[in-house]
């Protein structure tokens, strides 16, 4: 009876954070106009999905980076109306801003039909701006490229008029989302658009995990930040400059094996567990023992003295008075990938 | 819904979390001399291997028997793990390694059975500035009361070193109980 109760309760707490995300939709198309007038362009702005709902944390923290992708996709996406003609477009240029529920999350979309972005000249400007070298340069693939533009101090205006002049880049939209346990996705086509996809949670309050052990010790892995489980043979990692990767669906997916990096005894295993794990628009694969389910968690900082525990965002208690930490995801990719991160530094 | 049950869960008395009653050493030994009105303060001694040692009881929160603990991956050597204290995660430290004794067992340690450590060994609660911690001693001797006039410093060579983890030594008939700075001491 009691339980029942506290059921409902929990419910109405979780109903009263949850906000429309047409709240900011509305304050986002009045900026789109604004901003097509400033930059000399014309625009058909869509909305879809401002009934979807989200945590009001998650909607608030939102407003800033989604304005940055539309600024985005007006400023330096779509064409001048002259060179959509030529091109043989219409003169007004499409932006739609869409969501739609998906499961425990939220997928934002803002896709544009404007110039799309060259990876090419997403090299020479990464250059130029000496993010990274010309030899550095010429062994990314077009994806990896494409993901330099999340790079801090980068943009690809081509004069200063038709900067967002802000200041901010997309590393900040990056940062942003990460922060929310959200992933970005970026699709473009030269010359046929643009379209940035944002997965997020639906709360931050009590958060689904994924319970998984490795060498005997249980973790659990908020299932937000989860893309995929696979299961992998141990003759199906490769290694590439000594770093283990599998390929999945053509891409190749680098590896973390959890038990070399927190230094505990290996178990002997010819078949592991990868649990797909995304970060903005990095991906990593973390190789596990076993699976042990998945739970509804209150995830409790560490706080005090276990502020500076790397890749451990918290604990929680599963119900049998046993602590079992949290990963944090986003600190682990960017550790396992910090020398994509390095990149920024030089 | 398992994130209340979790909280409700908190508030159970559970027997095996009960350390048991404090007895005082001898308290009743002291003659009460009228020229010395100073008032004695108390101080919990427990045992590190074989040597004693004591903090003020006025920094204990509580003293709890080893439950299980959570190996933290990549923290201080000097961090047995984490507990659940009635749903607050607590860090456990042992500080042996500190006063130059021979460390605790890892027993957050899957590896390491439980019967690694002694049935006596306790963890003590203390408030401290940096959050609150629980230290692992090997058994709680009970409460001694020490005149703060009796208090040695601790002798040179002894405690010193970078950190002042000892800030004296106090006596009592043929009993050592050297005090600690726990703030030090879990630094």
Known sequence: MLERKLDE????????????????????????????????KEIDFSIAGGDVELDKLIVEELSDPLMHIIRNAIDHGIERPERREEGGKVRRGKVALRAHTQGAHVV?????????????RVKEVAVERGLITASQADELGARELLNLIFLPGFSTARSVSELSGRGVGLDVVKTNIAHLSGIIDLETEVGQGTALTLTLPVTLAIIRALVVSVSDRL??????????????RDDEIRTVERREVVTLR?????LLRLARLFDL?????????VVVVGLAQQRLGIVLDDLAGQQDIVAKPLGGRLRNVRGISGATDLGNRRTVLVLDVGALVEEVLAPERRVEVL | VPGLNELLDAFFYRPDEDAGPLFELAEAVEPVSAAQEEQPEEFLAFALTSETYAVPVALLREI????TLTEVPRAPASLLGVMDLR????????????????????????????????????????????????IFVDQVLGVVRLRPSTIEPAPPGIGG????????????????????DVEQCLT
């Not at chain 1, 973790?219 to 992998?232: C, F, G, K, Q, T």
């Not at chain 1, 053509?250 to 680098?254: A, E, I, M, S, V």
């Not at chain 2, 709890?64 to 439950?67: D, M």
């Not at chain 2, 605790?104 to 963890?123: D, F, H, I, Q, Y």
């Open chain 1, 250 to 254: 053509g891409r190749t997916l680098p």
């Open chain 1, 108 to 120: 934002i979309e803002i896709r544009d039909d404007g110039a799309g972005i060259d990876p090419e």
């Open chain 1, 265 to 273: 005894p290996e178990k002997p295993l010819t078949r592991h567990f």
């Open chain 1, 219 to 232: 973790y659990a892995v908020p299932l937000n930040s989860v893309l995929e489980i696979l299961s992998v």
């Open chain 2, 64 to 67: 709890v028997k080893v439950p």
């Open chain 2, 161 to 180: 070193g970078e950190h002042e983890y000892i800030t004296g030594i106090g006596r009592r008939g043929e009993a050592l109980y050297i005090l600690l």
């Open chain 2, 87 to 134: 749903g607050e995660v607590m860090p456990v430290y042992d500080i042996k390694t500190r006063l130059r004794l021979p460390p605790t067992p890892r027993l957050a340690r899957p590896e390491v059975p439980a019967s690694a450590v002694a049935k006596a060994s306790r963890l003590l609660v203390v408030r401290s500035e940096g959050g609150d911690a629980a």
């Open chain 1, 9 to 40: 309760l929990q419910k109405g707490i979780l109903d009263v954070r949850m906000v429309p995300l047409g709240q900011v939709f509305d304050k986002l198309a009045r900026l789109v106009r604004r901003i097509a007038r400033e930059a000399g």
